[in-house]
């Protein structure tokens, strides 16, 4: 990949983190009054982090001509449900994370009780932020199904759930499956509501599966590749874990060579697949070529 490009998609990350931050900093909107729940939720969604998710929603809307301001709320939405899926994997009945985007992780810095309460009340609130979103009832009323469903038995909760309870023989189409809910659903799903709230019909939004499930695969890829053989200052995270809970990932399951190597294979697949679809789809194709080569 060429530096003018690597440049052009930093430039772009930033300006989608630069758009999103301030809203998640309003985040969760109802308080309560009762509890600091609300501010330990902002403590983690204010962290940090990439912002990648809310990247491809922005991108996904604006390839399908839509304005930012149409998917605010969606980026906002998924971003939480991210954060809440990290506090809670990172709980020590979980995979027992201490350092989580260069900080304490939440149960460390309050409990584990409130992790536990802080990552409900994001998944709840993710909801309430999407139902913002200034369309048409039927229009949310889809965005908000997909969300459920990203986030629900068949891919978040049951890809962690899978991730939690591993067989003894996991093997390639196990790991497969398990990257499908636990990473690539919400992946794929920044990628729909980005195109539903840039105003794409459902029948576009369904077509642009194959590509959300494989940009998503190839960031697990690429994050377990960097699990091996990444560091945790750059990471912000600790590095090594599953080879240390003898976890089977894509790395330990096809080698580390080949995992590279798919991940170059995958990264070109995905940009032809998006140069098929109708608009400018160029900055999430910028986002497949570099991931292989990213460092954090
Ligand atoms: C608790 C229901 C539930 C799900 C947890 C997120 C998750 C599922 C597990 C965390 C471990 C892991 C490797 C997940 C795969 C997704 C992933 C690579 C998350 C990290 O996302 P980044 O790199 O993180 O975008 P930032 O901090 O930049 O947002």
């Known amino acids: 990949m060429k530096e003018s490009e690597k440049s052009r998609l930093q430039a772009l990350l930033k300006k989608a983190s630069g758009w999103v931050e301030p809203r998640l900093g309003e985040l969760p909107e109802s308080s309560g009054g009762l509890s600091r729940l609300p501010s330990l939720c902002r403590y983690s969604l204010t962290s940090g982090g990439k912002r990648v998710r809310p990247f491809l ?19 906002c939405a998924v971003e939480m449900v991210h954060t809440y899926s990290l506090i809670h994997d990172d709980l020590p009945q979980m995979d027992d994370d201490d350092l989580r985007r260069g900080l ?32 048409g009832a039927g229009r949310v009323s889809e965005m908000l199904g997909r969300l459920s469903a990203a986030a629900g038995p068949v891919f978040l909760v049951g890809g962690q759930y899978m991730d939690m309870n591993p067989p003894r023989d996991a093997d390639r189409p196990w790991v497969e499956r398990m990257i499908l809910g636990k990473t690539a659903a919400m992946i794929r799903v920044s990628l729909e509501l980005g195109a539903l709230a840039g105003g794409a019909e459902s029948d576009l939004v369904d077509g642009m599966q194959g590509v959300g499930d494989r940009l998503g695969y190839l960031f697990q890829l690429t994050d377990d590749i960097l699990d091996r053989s990444g560091n945790t200052d750059e990471m912000g995270k600790r590095v090594g874990k599953d080879a240390d809970h003898g976890k089977a990932n894509t790395v330990s399951t096809i080698g580390l060579a080949e995992a590279k190597a798919l991940a170059l294979r995958l990264s070109d697949e995905i940009s032809s697949e998006l140069a098929r679809f109708e608009g400018d789809w160029s900055a999430v194709a910028l986002l497949a070529r570099y991931l292989p080569h990213r460092r954090k």
């Open 57 to 75: 929603v922005r991108s996904s809307c604006e390839a399908v001509g839509g304005g930012p301001g149409r998917s605010i709320h969606a980026a």
């Open 104 to 135: 304490p992780t939440l149960h460390v810095k309050a409990g584990v009780p409130q992790a536990v309460l802080g990552g409900d009340l994001l998944m709840v609130e993710a909801f309430g932020e999407l139902a913002r979103t200034p369309l």
